[in-house]
């Protein structure tokens, strides 16, 4: 995926850009409970130049698959990231004065870019992570594993008597026993 643009590329009405992306892309961006198989992820993006700054606004859309972080088993889920970033020219420091549009309705982040071009990369990485779950879970109600058989809770009691566990557990912890 074109990551680098020159600003003369970007004309005032603007340029889109609507991609699926490659596992190569995004397999590096994945925490550890992320699956790459089954996970698939596509963006839209438009540039548009206004004087000296360019606003990039775009869309992660996708599905990604997981191992759940309570019970551990897989799960997918439907992903969406909606972004905006305006990038000026080093040393810029009012956005109001170098763009045209409507700043009451949009909350930016800012970038600079040195010279006649503007790398969006590190954008595009910062907005995916931002969109990916730290803690994944199948379920907003899932019971996780027992702590004392590592029986799935989702599927149904265990009858381990995990009051007890916990109240041994600390009591070795606390170096009562």
Not at 78 to 83: I, N, R
Request: aromatic share 6%; hydrophobic share 40%.
């Amino acid at each position: 995926m074109k990551t680098q643009f020159l600003i003369e590329e970007i004309s005032e009405k603007g340029l889109e850009l609507d991609e699926d992306l490659e596992k190569s892309w995004f397999k590096d961006l994945l925490f550890e409970q992320h699956l790459l198989e089954g996970s698939r992820f596509h963006v839209s993006l438009t540039l548009k130049k206004s004087s000296r700054a360019v606003l990039l606004s775009g869309r992660f859309t996708g599905n990604l698959n997981f191992v759940c972080s309570r019970c551990a088993e897989p799960s997918d889920i439907q992903l969406q990231q909606d972004f905006a970033r305006v990038f000026l020219p080093a040393g810029a420091h009012d956005i109001s004065m170098d763009m045209d549009i409507d700043m009451d309705d949009l909350d930016l982040d800012g970038s600079e870019y040195r010279g006649h071009a503007i790398d969006i990369q590190p954008v595009l990485v910062d907005e995916f992570v931002m969109m990916l779950p730290t803690y994944p879970l199948c379920s907003p109600d899932c019971k996780g594993l027992c702590p004392v058989c590592g029986q799935n809770l989702n599927l149904g009691e265990c009858g381990c008597d995990r009051e007890a566990e916990i109240h041994n557990s600390l009591k070795v912890k606390l170096n009562l026993v």
